[in-house]
């Protein structure tokens, strides 16, 4: 089993590539899935569709989830995860440039994890990716599986 892998559910492919730099640059080595929609995140993270092969007991260690997505909006996502027993308690940072504060409200009422507003500039957004992959990859006590 992969240890302590991150899903990072991002459609824009300019954020994609950024966050990806952005862990390598602080030295965060874990593997990363990425998915571009919240269909596509559902289907990995509950082992259907496309990832219907995945092994569903393989959880992530933490899910980079953004609020805009395409298909199913990332706040959708996080219902579904928090309704399920199998994903009820996966840590999941909401990564987002949204500055709405609906959706701040609407993803702690979600029970996400943290809310992570992402920031213009380069240097701050590889600075806020290096903490929370710091925080929720080595000093996080993750629950049980």
Same mark, same amino acid.
């Given at each position: 089993?992969? #240890?302590?892998?991150?899903? /990072?559910?991002?459609?824009?492919?300019?954020?994609?590539?950024?966050?990806?730099?952005?862990?390598?640059?602080?030295?965060? *080595?874990?593997?990363?899935? =990425?998915?571009?929609?919240?269909? !596509?995140?559902?289907?990995? /993270?509950?082992?259907?569709?496309?990832?219907?092969?995945?092994?569903?007991?393989? *959880? $992530?260690?933490?899910? *980079?989830?953004?609020?805009?997505?395409?298909? &199913?909006?990332?706040?959708?996502?996080?219902?579904?995860?928090?309704?399920? !027993?199998?994903?009820?308690? /996966?840590? &999941? =940072?909401?990564?987002?440039? +949204? =500055? !709405?504060?609906?959706? *701040?409200?609407?993803?702690?009422? /979600?029970?996400? #994890?943290?809310? &992570?507003?992402? $920031?213009?500039?380069?240097?701050?957004? +590889?600075?806020? =990716?290096?903490? &929370?992959?710091?925080?929720?990859?080595?000093?996080?006590?993750? $629950? $049980?599986?």
């Amino acid at each position: 089993m992969r #240890n302590k892998i991150i899903l /990072l559910v991002e459609d824009n492919p300019d954020d994609e590539v950024l966050t990806l730099r952005a862990l390598k640059q602080a030295n965060i *080595l874990n593997h990363v899935d =990425v998915v571009r929609d919240g269909a !596509e995140a559902l289907e990995y /993270l509950f082992a259907t569709g496309v990832h219907a092969g995945r092994d569903a007991l393989e *959880l $992530p260690q933490v899910v *980079l989830l953004d609020l805009k997505l395409p298909k &199913v909006d990332g706040l959708e996502v996080l219902r579904r995860l928090r309704a399920d !027993e199998r994903t009820r308690r /996966l840590p &999941v =940072v909401v990564l987002t440039s +949204s =500055v !709405e504060e609906q959706d *701040l409200i609407a993803s702690y009422d /979600l029970k996400a #994890n943290s809310y &992570v507003q992402k $920031p213009v500039d380069f240097v701050e957004f +590889s600075e806020a =990716v290096r903490n &929370v992959g710091m925080y929720w990859l080595l000093l996080n006590q993750a $629950p $049980p599986r």
